[in-house]
């Protein structure tokens, strides 16, 4: 646990990174009774940061939809550090501070801006769509 601490601080928001870390179990195996337990996964994406006040979780963002203004929508993946076993940095900076900051501070916006406005963040409604009848 101590190296993989060591190697979440070496991240820098804006890095390419991949993560290895086990996922939750539901307790069933897949097939020919293998233990389900340990499911190894690999994730990349870029890390913006590691949040979360009772668990710490690794914020990978992995799609970004810019909107304007530095205002992004997210597809993240958050990891928690104590699943992870291993992180490898892919590209340091692979996107600039900036563009980082503004991932980060979309991953973090509220329902409202600061001039009462709503935003096009994960405060608005998600609209199902249909495509035939």
Known sequence: MKEILNQIKCLTAGDLVMLEWHDASIGKSLSNGV?????????????????????????L???????????YDIDYTAIPVPWTTNATIIAKAHVDEAEAKDLLNSFLVNEKT???????????????VRNHD
């Open 114 to 128: 600061k001039s009462d406005k709503p935003t096009l963040g994960r405060c608005l409604k998600q609209q199902r």
């Open 35 to 59: 233990s389900g337990i340990d499911v190894p996964v690999k994730s990349w994406g870029v890390y913006i940061g590691t949040l979360g006040q009772k668990r710490r979780h690794i914020i």
């Open 61 to 71: 963002a992995q799609n970004c939809f810019r909107y304007s203004d530095g205002l």
